[in-house]
């Protein structure tokens, strides 16, 4: 027998809108004793005063649109309420929260997969799962609650158009045609799709860009007059230079992880200890500006979030005359690059970044690949002279 179960939709209560516009439908599941709010995969464009009683209002032209989409996502739940009945489970507001959570069909949309399979899963990052939300926006914005086993090769090929054309990098788009890709990798694993759209479209690679500061950049960001606040800012943007460290690993820096001049950090990326000899890198500048502070904390929180550090040090990157947009990373891959051109083998520029193939780090952290043979070049045959002076001596 049925559980004693209602059901009824309304809106958000934070009355968040989307870009069109939209806000999402919430179905609170009722019994007797208990509810649980479900938030489902359904918009609608209404204010306040066109919704009431679970229903849009003929007050709103597309009403009966709106109705029939509230109408399919409450028919999902009770879906699931007897499932449950006909297997002899007794069916709560909790249980039904998590099978729609939790549970897929193949008739799934993208968002509704990524929400219940992607975004549940606790080994992802929140970086990850920023990423995954950003594709399921631009998905949405080419085309609306777009089902699984719509997408097809075609489907694909004109989304990837569709970003180009709106005038996203193109390392934008290969990374959301890349997140997309490992979407239909794991929907293929759990045999909601069999067909694969990317089986014959090759993505490409992002181009890495190419953007580091000189060490006369740096000194010059160094030797700027900034306010007290701003100092800090700057500070905690040159221990980047000196270490190789990204803004996450700077703005979670402790205390207790730097000793005797040499940093063991758990980076936040990758949980991985990375080992940086600050008294010894780049002249110990870097241990320089930590022990100026009492408290390392109050350099690595100095700001709240990395918008704000990029947006900081931009600011006064053009302040000292360098009239580039300066961001955090570019400390991490000055690090390395100005490492790379003063010499130091690539296996060591690895492993103070922290990161398991010199590959990576070759294609991606060090540039001025041609500067730095020449001046490799230089150190090793230093001069002609030398060299006819060494045959005079056999």
């Known amino acids: 027998m049925l559980s004693n179960i209602t059901y009824k939709a309304s809106l958000n209560r934070n009355g968040y809108r989307t870009k069109d516009g939209l806000r999402h439908v919430v179905i609170t599941v009722y019994c007797p004793l208990t509810k649980e709010r479900v938030t489902v995969n359904t918009h609608v464009r209404v204010m306040e005063a066109d919704f009431s009683y679970g229903m849009v209002q003929p007050s709103e032209p597309n009403h009966d649109l709106f109705n029939r989409k509230i109408a399919r996502a409450i028919r999902r739940l009770m879906e699931y309420e007897d499932e449950m009945a006909a297997a002899g489970t007794n069916p709560t507001p909790r249980k039904i929260k998590e099978a729609y959570r939790t549970n897929v069909s193949k008739a799934a949309t993208l968002r509704e997969f990524v929400d219940s399979v992607i975004m549940t899963d606790s080994k992802r990052s929140e970086s990850t799962r920023s990423g995954y939300h950003n594709l399921c926006k631009a998905v949405d914005e080419f085309r609306h609650n777009t089902r699984l086993d719509e997408v097809d090769h075609d489907f ?35 045999g909601i799709v069999t067909d694969d759209p990317f089986k014959f479209i090759t993505i490409g690679n992002m181009k890495p860009k190419e953007v580091y500061l000189t060490m006369a950049e740096i000194g010059k ?20 230079c000196y270490s190789g460290l990204r803004w996450s690993d700077l703005h979670t820096l ?41 408290n390392i904390r109050t350099l690595s929180k100095c700001v709240s979030c990395n918008s704000t550090f990029n947006k900081k040090i931009k600011e006064i990157a053009h302040k000292a005359g360098v009239k580039r947009d300066v961001s955090a990373h ?26 398991s193939r010199t590959r990576t780090t070759e294609t991606h952290y060090t540039f001025d690949k041609d500067l730095a043979a020449e001046k490799m070049s230089k150190k090793l045959f230093k001069t002609k002279a030398a060299h006819q002076d060494g045959n005079k001596d056999l």
């Open 156 to 190: 694909v090929e004109r989304f990837r158009s569709s970003m180009m054309n709106k005038g996203l990098g193109e390392n934008t788009a290969i990374g959301r045609l890349k997140l997309l890709r490992c979407v239909f990798n794991e929907a293929i694993k759990r």
């Open 221 to 240: 960001i160094e030797r700027v007059k900034l306010s007290r606040k701003d100092d800090k800012v700057r500070d905690l943007f040159l221990l980047a």
């Open 254 to 294: 402790e205390e207790a992880e730097i000793k005797g001049g040499v940093m063991r950090k758990k980076m936040y990326k990758t949980k991985k200890y990375v080992t940086v000899p600050l008294k010894t890198l780049f002249w110990g500048k870097g241990l320089d500006i930590i022990n100026k502070y009492p």
């Open 330 to 355: 570019w400390g991490r891959k000055s690090c390395s690059t100005n490492l790379s051109l003063m010499g130091m083998p690539i296996q060591n520029i690895t492993s103070i970044l922290g990161q």
